[in-house]
């Protein structure tokens, strides 16, 4: 069986042709060549393939390709600006050294990017909660809280929606 | 891990679906797919069709009248959460719906779907057992209304036909005024939740006229009777035996199906007694009591 599907993905639109047991971070990555996003634990676990849909952080192994039809999708790779200078919450993962191996970090950018539209001033304590299915093995997660932290206190200071670039 | 390969529709129309449930003998549900699609990726499922439900309009919304709240099967995880009605009418809801998974995870999984999958642990299904909430049911050979207290059998288990959907879920607003709490226990060494859940009737004296405690651990949701007793007209929490409060609900968990592994009892234990803890203060406040 193959269904023609047509989404936005980071700001530009996509069509092709999967077959439904296709799940979309496989379509991500290897039909389409967008591999910022990584499909580990396939259960919805560790959050390594989480990606924005309509806005929302979703897990992309646990949606199927042909589900993302009509929708917005944006991946790591669509949140630095146009001309690639990063987003200022990954200027602060790299400051607070809250980036290892890095095979985490497109699913705690985009999870944290998401809870903050939704819950703009967290303390620290509802920031891990959020970002309690991020499963990370190599930072012990600390530097990762203060980044968002960090990055949550320059938002406010210099208030501007979360998703614009600086 | 990849799922085997398996066709899939998208109806818009409840009738469709319940007709390809009826039609298709080895056809899913799929509507959050949280709980589902990890087992289609194991292979652990291996449906000839996949009945993707995420855009039957019947299934979404919420109803709040004089007499119950009603939920459609599509309520997102992330809505009793976050959603001020809920908070306001059903705050246990909210409670317990927070308690799962991730943020990730509840802006997908369904209010319908966690009910329906039946897991030993999910707190939903405790929060909607002690809420006495009514399901509403269809196939193509109509609807029903079963009581949640009545719907679940074992481990994954419920008396849901496999060619059924949930449309709703109606809770009755005439125990509002009691407190309410949900308290949970999780590890991956378990594999799966130990949650405790209770309610509280004070009367304006303080006094305790009514309570409830419901557990979910290896089995289904229990309905906890035998705990019961020792804590109505009592004036303070701690002058009830809680330890033994405690220890009646491991043990009665452990006649209902699946037994509790004696390493469990102590947690079942402890959140019984977190949540009744819980449950009297809240429904100290919302009487205005002062201790």
Not at chain 1, 148 to 154: F, G, L, N, P, T
Not at chain 2, 33 to 50: C, D, H
Not at chain 2, 79 to 98: D, M, Q, R
Request: proline residues 5%; glycine residues 10%; contains cysteine.
């Amino acid at each position: 069986m193959s269904i023609d599907i047509t989404f936005d993905l980071n700001e530009e639109p996509v069509s092709l042709a999967v077959e439904p047991r296709e799940l979309l971070g496989h379509v991500l990555r290897e039909r389409l060549g967008v591999r910022g996003t990584h499909v580990a634990c396939g259960q919805g676990i560790c959050g390594a393939c989480t990606v924005l849909i309509n806005g929302e952080a979703m897990r992309s192994c646990l949606l199927l390709g042909v589900q993302a039809n009509g929708c917005q999708i944006r991946t790591i790779s669509g949140v630095a600006d146009v001309a690639g200078s990063p987003h200022p919450l990954q200027e602060a993962l790299k400051d607070t050294g809250a980036v290892q191996c890095g095979y985490c970090t497109a699913g705690i950018v985009l999870s944290a990017l998401s809870y903050l539209e939704e819950c703009p001033a967290p303390s620290r304590t509802e920031i891990e909660h959020a970002l309690s299915g991020n499963i990370c093995r190599c930072t012990g997660y600390t530097a990762i809280v203060d980044a968002i932290e960090r990055y949550v206190a320059q938002s406010w200071s210099a208030p501007q929606h979360i998703l614009e670039t600086p | 891990m990849r799922p085997a390969a398996f066709g899939y529709l998208a109806p818009t129309k409840l009738n469709d679906v319940l007709a390809l449930l009826d039609g298709v003998s080895e056809s899913v549900i799929l509507a959050g797919g949280q709980s589902i699609v990890p087992l289609l990726n194991q292979r652990k499922m291996r449906p000839a069709l996949v009945v993707d439900i995420n855009q039957v309009e019947e299934l979404g919304g919420m109803t709040v009248t004089e007499q119950s709240v009603q939920f459609g099967a599509l309520t997102r995880h992330r809505t009793l959460e976050l959603n001020s009605s809920v908070a306001s009418h059903l705050p246990v809801l909210a409670e317990a719906a927070g308690l799962i998974g991730d943020p990730s995870i509840r802006r997908r999984g369904t209010l319908g779907g966690s009910l329906a999958h039946a897991q030993p642990g999910a707190e939903l299904p405790v929060a909607v057992v002690l809420l006495d909430g009514r399901l509403e049911i269809a196939s193509t050979r109509g609807v029903r209304t079963v009581r949640a207290r009545e719907f679940y059998q074992e481990p994954f288990g419920s008396i849901l036909e496999r060619d059924e959907v949930i449309l709703a879920v109606r809770i009755d607003r005439s125990s509002e005024r009691r407190g309410y709490a949900v308290r949970e226990f999780s590890s991956h060494r378990h594999g799966h939740n130990i949650v405790g859940a209770a309610a509280i009737r004070l009367d304006s004296g303080g006094f305790c006229t009514h309570a409830t405690v419901v557990i979910g651990c290896a089995g289904r949701p229990t309905l906890v009777e035998g705990a019961v007793p020792s804590v109505i007209g009592a004036r303070n929490l701690d002058d009830c035996d809680l330890q033994a409060i405690g220890e009646l609900a491991a043990g009665e968990h452990a006649s209902a199906v699946t037994p509790v592994r004696s390493e469990d009892r102590p947690l079942v234990a402890m959140v019984v007694i977190a949540a009744l803890q819980a449950a009297w203060q809240r429904s100290t406040q919302i009487m205005g009591i002062r201790s």
